[in-house]
């Protein structure tokens, strides 16, 4: 209690100076800060609460993560329900679309609209363990006094971000809450746990939504023998393009149709991208779990990115774009290595441009006339990547084609095999891929004569395999073989203006796409996308991009236009801080700034043009303007 009391004292000091004294965690007073500054009052007593129709949405939107979340609320109902707490589960708004646990402290939470409805964003309810979770994206406890808003004070809680398995997309944060002075300090550790647990199942759903559509498709491969096939899940996301189809040329808006159409409308929002193909949903149990796209060949007249897809480009190095020295350095390292036939290991973040990379290195080296034939180790059912990498002779198993098949290996002869996610084959496939890249001989399931190929190994990986080789899940000697040289890309938060050489262009084509007039980013919304971290590098930001564009209203991108998680980046997430000059005073700031808007007034708003004259960074030019209240539009 003591220590309440002075953390107590410390929130009005805050309240009459403005300043977090001494002795506050920096996390809770970055918090009242921003709680502040966002224009929360202390005096609130309660969280905004929705209507019927937007929890129906809301809950809707999320029901994959309620279903994750089901047997951990059903035990909470027993559990808690004399422990004097309850679980909440938010969305990745704070918006609560569950609650279970002690009656008596759900009935309580109902005062504040810690309730289904309530909307517990720091913007909202200011400092709270929910809210705060979401602006941190980490774990953390709110006790009592901590809370910015007087009457929450009376709570202590508990929560964490809750992260899809695959991409680490925030999906929502688990709370555990109670009264403050009977709250129990395992909280955290058991709103951690079940997070965990919730991230597990999500994992073993994505695996076994995965192995149905891969099966369907097996089933189906007849019917469609000789068309390009896209295998999306649930998410939207590509499992698989057969035969040559590439993934990252996918566009953006087909993973919006699945998010936010509902099942029954799937087929008319793909058409809109590929008129010319037929579209089947998948269900399992009733669910649809994601569908299959065919991409029909015979037919002449396909859109630009069905062909785009459908015929298998080749990639120059003057497409992967980018002026900073970490995409230069990488970019120059791996023209270098295409000049020969070397077993490539590529390396980098889920997102970063593996494959555009992989692409550009074939299509300058000695084999650019050959076939490219992805792989994506880590998205074939086990029982399956066999076939898919060897081949298999005619009557080698149930259901397999009367004339036998080639596998991907063969297939790749003359030109490229490119192995996405080689980390994650399975352990005992790794020994046979050995073999054939020893041998340059490969053997069909069911069949005794070897093949020869001729084919350049392109590996890539978003794993540390050194790592994986200490643990025993890869061998050293495959390791050895599939790097003969590395190229690491870089992720997007190093390399510096390139998030916004990249965003303009992005949103260029989403304009021209939707066939609306150019679109440029205020200074806020260019200031805010350098500081974010991007965890999914350049897909996370292309997907970003074209989503804001797909619902503006004007030419203008504004801060508030953005998503949550980067209109408040977590704390240390500003890179932009390292690039500013060190503060100066009096005179010589107001110098600074007159300088600078003269240099924007005579380039006539053009800001890479100022920044340049200035000497400085693009984007301590687009913070510095921001400090002086301008906000020009973004241009180039």
Not at 186 to 211: G, P, T
Not at 421 to 450: S, W
Not at 507 to 514: F, N, S, V, Y
């Amino acid at each position: 209690m003591a220590q309440q009391h002075e953390i107590r004292l410390a929130w009005e000091t805050f309240l009459l100076k403005g300043q977090a004294p001494q002795g506050i965690s920096q996390s809770i007073a970055s918090s009242w800060q921003r709680s502040r500054k966002l224009g929360v009052a202390v005096e609130r007593g309660e969280a905004p609460l929705a209507g019927e129709p937007e929890v129906f949405r809301r809950r809707s939107q999320n029901a994959m993560l309620l279903t994750a979340a089901r047997p951990a609320l059903q035990r909470s109902s027993l559990f808690l329900a004399e422990a004097s707490s309850m679980m909440v589960l938010s969305d990745p708004g704070g918006f609560i679309i569950e609650t279970a646990g002690d009656p008596r402290i759900v009935d309580q939470g109902r005062r504040n609209h810690l309730e289904v409805g309530g909307n517990w964003e720091e913007g909202a309810i200011g400092t709270n363990a929910i809210g705060t979770a979401l602006a941190e994206g980490r774990a953390v406890r709110i006790l009592g006094a901590e809370h910015f808003c007087e009457d929450v004070q009376r709570w202590a809680c508990a929560a964490t971000p809750v992260r899809y398995p695959r991409d680490g997309e925030l999906l929502g944060v688990v709370d555990i809450s109670g009264p403050a002075q009977t709250f129990n300090p395992q909280s955290l550790a058991l709103a951690v746990a079940i997070s965990r647990e919730m991230e597990a199942s999500l994992d073993r759903a994505l695996k076994l939504e995965h192995d149905v559509l891969w099966r369907y498709s097996v089933a189906k491969r007849s019917i469609w023998l000789s068309e390009e096939m896209l295998l999306v899940d649930s998410r939207g996301s590509l499992v698989h393009a057969l035969d040559g189809s590439q993934p990252q040329t996918l566009p953006g808006a087909i993973r919006a149709v699945v998010r936010t159409t509902p099942e029954a409308r799937w087929a008319n929002g793909f058409r809109q991208q590929f008129p010319n193909a037929n579209l089947e949903v998948v269900k399992n149990e009733g669910q649809a779990i994601g569908c299959v796209v065919v991409l029909h060949r015979s037919r002449s007249r396909l859109p630009a990115p069905a062909l785009r897809i459908a015929s298998n480009p080749s990639v120059g190095f003057d497409q992967i774009l980018g002026d900073s020295a970490a995409i230069q350095e990488a970019r120059e390292r791996a023209r270098k290595l295409a000049a020969n036939t070397l077993s490539i290991l590529i390396e980098g973040e889920t997102g970063v441009g593996k494959e555009l990379f992989a692409r550009a290195i074939k299509g300058a080296g000695p084999n650019a006339e050959g076939p490219f034939v992805p792989v994506n180790c880590g998205g074939i059912p086990h029982d399956l990547i066999a076939s898919e990498l060897f081949g298999y002779a005619k009557g080698a198993f149930t259901g397999a084609d009367e004339h036998g098949r080639a596998g991907k290996i063969e297939k790749a002869s003359g030109g490229v095999l490119c192995l996405d996610e080689i980390g994650e084959m399975p352990l005992d496939l790794q020994a046979y891929l050995l073999r054939v890249l020893e041998d340059r001989m490969v053997y069909r399931i069911g069949e005794h004569e070897g093949r020869t190929v001729d084919i350049q190994i392109l590996s890539m990986t978003n794993r540390s395999l050194g790592a994986e080789m200490e643990a025993g899940r890869f061998r050293r000697d495959l390791y050895h073989r599939i790097a003969g040289a590395r190229v690491r890309i870089p992720p997007l938060r190093e390399r510096g203006d390139d998030i916004l050489l990249l965003a303009e262009l992005f949103a260029t084509a989403a304009a021209d796409k939707l066939g609306r007039v150019p679109v440029t980013f205020s200074t806020d919304a260019a200031a805010l996308m350098m500081a974010y971290r991007w965890p999914g590098n350049v897909r996370e930001l292309r997907n970003v991009v074209e989503t804001t564009v797909a619902l503006a209203e004007s030419g203008l991108i504004e801060a508030d236009d953005l998503p949550d998680e980067v209109r408040t980046p977590t704390p240390g997430s500003d890179r932009s801080n390292d690039e500013q000059p060190p503060p100066v005073a009096g005179d010589l700031r107001e110098a600074e700034r007159q300088a600078i808007l003269a240099q924007v007034r005579d380039c006539d708003g053009n800001l890479t043009q100022a920044a340049r004259r200035l000497g400085i960074a693009r984007s301590t030019l687009y913070l510095r303007l921001a400090k002086y209240g301008r906000r020009p539009a973004l241009t180039s």
